[in-house]
């Protein structure tokens, strides 16, 4: 969109944003946001933040990350999403695949090429070869897109950046923890590095299994999460 639409519109939701009560606005890095929207936001006491989303990482946004810090302004700054913190695809969605009619030889091997890292092209091209279909073609897909490689430690080089955390998380077990993200593991960072901010619990499990009900999961996860953060302040 031409530049003067961008910001028309988003100057827009800036406004509907404060007259909603809500502190800050998700948005896309771009020029506008990045030079031309920042008194605006703060003459409203509106934030923007640019979410990182897998397959982004932390670890490759580098100049987008010095363009922040140049701006200087509590008013720009990040939400990452915690699902780039992951150590593996999340079962719930293997189990629903496998329900679905994918192959087990298939999802062994989305499995594994995930740990390898292996590039989406690539996998769907070996899944295509394995006579997978569409449906395993898309779990081919969601495994590059939805679990992401970076390290929770990564959250250190953004730590005074960070506006808000998108908790994202796939499967809460019994003890609370994650089948797929390093949740716990995040936590421990952010509480190091001195965040004080928000975490906003996502639930994207339904995705694959809508019967399980989210405010369980939310529950489970933030039951944990409060044990771990009382633990760490005893």
Known sequence: APRGEQLD?????????RALGFPLIRVQPSEVVLTDLVSYAEKHDVKMVIEIHAPMSIETIEPLIERVEAVDSLYLGFAP???MFSRTVADVAVTGYLRRGVPA???DLILQRWQEHTPEGELRE???AMGGGELAQQFASESTLFWGHSEPT???R?????RHVHGK???SRADGTDSAVRFDEVIDVLVAGGYDGSISFEYDGFLWNPDD??????????AATLTQLDSMEA
């Open 105 to 107: 030889e298939i999802a």
């Open 169 to 171: 998380f796939y499967n």
């Open 213 to 222: 009900a989210a405010s369980d999961q939310i529950r489970r996860l933030h």
């Open 81 to 83: 999403d915690t699902g």
């Open 9 to 17: 519109y988003l100057q827009r939701q800036i406004r509907a944003a």
């Open 154 to 156: 990564a959250l250190h």
């Open 158 to 162: 953004i730590m005074p950046l960070i």
């Open 126 to 128: 070996e899944v295509a």
